[in-house]
């Protein structure tokens, strides 16, 4: 029998997970193997051409929030050759009155400073950005081509290895080292550490070591609208992206005259399902019309020509999972994105770098990292009986933080 490949790093999954981790690895000067089940990189959720990124700023939780700052800004300094910056604004929740001092004062407390993030009434969100609401402005908001960036990062270089058309379904551990077998129990690979990037089937794959995570899919379906030169929508569109319920991108006018505008989304918990629907599309035209607070606006005007279909993964607590998985060293989590693939991929780069690589600790706070942010992406928090109530319901908005580490 032949030996199979051995590699010092082993990366499973060439989403944008995947292969941020893979890139940061060879940046700090490490080879890396990289292996998909597809043919190429991003052919699943990361298929994504639309997602956008800007930092948290609603009323959640403050160490989400901090957390989702840290990331925005490891995002932008990380893509800002693709980053398509065309600014975003999250309108004043319906049920809320505008109040500027309040919003200022909110926002400083998230150390967003102008630069960042500015409350506009409805007066100035007209002038800046072409939206009768009053909300903020985040002038940094971007969008990223996922799909696109996927590939550069996965570009052919010295010390990247990529296996594809290789599905793995099962990790064993021999003399110290991973042996990585296929669905027909033929070992494939050998590495010292894994790095699990396989989104919702990361569930399988960590099931095969003998732990259970609580993963689940939850589809989305974005759409893609055309709308006519002369519809009384088109005077509405936006120039600016908008994120509130659901969340759109600048429309585009095309050569014709008509617009593009890209509305999503759907949000179906514990489905998996890639054909797309209709209903997806209806409901995507009420987002735009909560968005644009143009409840009168015509549904029909907004004429399906095109849609993105994706299964997020999510994690029970709605954060994503990142770092070791202690039960079995060698082996780390990134894992359950969730709807903010852009920014925690941007974050699990630099931190399960320097987990592989066993950075020491100050210097991942340099970064930013405190140590109750890394404890409340670690795999570990689900182990350790760490939620305060059980059975408490999360939301993306309000995800369940273990408890704070006691001190000794
Ligand atoms: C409708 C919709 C809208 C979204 N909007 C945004 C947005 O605006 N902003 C944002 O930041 N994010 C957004 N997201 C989320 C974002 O798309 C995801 O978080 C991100 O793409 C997940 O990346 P990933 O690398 O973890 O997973 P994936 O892209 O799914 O990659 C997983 C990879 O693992 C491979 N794989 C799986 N199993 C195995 C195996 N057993 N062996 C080998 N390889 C395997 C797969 O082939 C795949 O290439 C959206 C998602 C949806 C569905």
Known sequence: MTHPQHHEIVVIGAGICGATIAHELLERGKS???????????????????????????????????????????????????????????????????????????????????????PLSIEEAEKICGISQSGVWLPRGACLNLFETSQQLL???????????????????????????????????????VVIAAAMESKALIQSLGVRVPLKPVRGQLSIFAVGQHDSWAKKLPRVGISGDGYCLPAEQLADGSYRWIVGSSFDEGE???????????????????????????????????????????????LPMIGPLNQCPGIFLATAL?????????????????????????????LGFAADLVAALAPARFFAGAFAAPGALASNSKPIFPSEPKAK
């Open 32 to 118: 890396v193997c990289v292996v998909d089940a597809a043919h190429s990189p991003a052919t699943a959720c990361s298929s994504h051409a639309y997602a956008i990124a800007h930092p948290h700023i609603g009323k959640g939780s403050p160490r989400l929030l901090r957390l989702t700052r840290l990331a925005f800004l490891l995002a932008e300094a990380r893509w800002a050759q693709v980053w398509r910056q065309h600014g975003i604004f999250q309108p004043t929740k319906k049920d809320r009155i505008f109040d500027r001092e309040e919003v200022t004062a909110h926002l400083r407390s998230l150390e967003l400073d102008e630069d960042m993030a500015i």
């Open 272 to 318: 998996d399902d890639l054909a797309p629907r209709s209903s997806s599309d209806d409901f995507n035209r009420e987002q735009a019309k909560s968005l644009l607070a143009y409840p009168q606006g015509s549904a029909e005007s907004l004429i399906q020509s095109g849609e993105f279909v994706g299964v997020r993964c999510v994690a029970g607590d709605r």
């Open 338 to 366: 969730g709807s903010r693939g852009i920014l925690w991929s941007a974050l699990a780069a630099k931190l399960i770098t320097a987990q592989v690589l066993e950075d020491d600790f100050a210097l991942l706070a340099r």
């Open 155 to 193: 570009r052919a270089r010295e010390g990247l290895t990529c296996l594809w058309s290789t599905r793995i379904t099962r990790l064993q551990e021999q003399d110290g080292r991973w042996n990585l077998f296929d669905a027909g129990g033929h070992l494939m690979i050998s590495a010292d550490k």
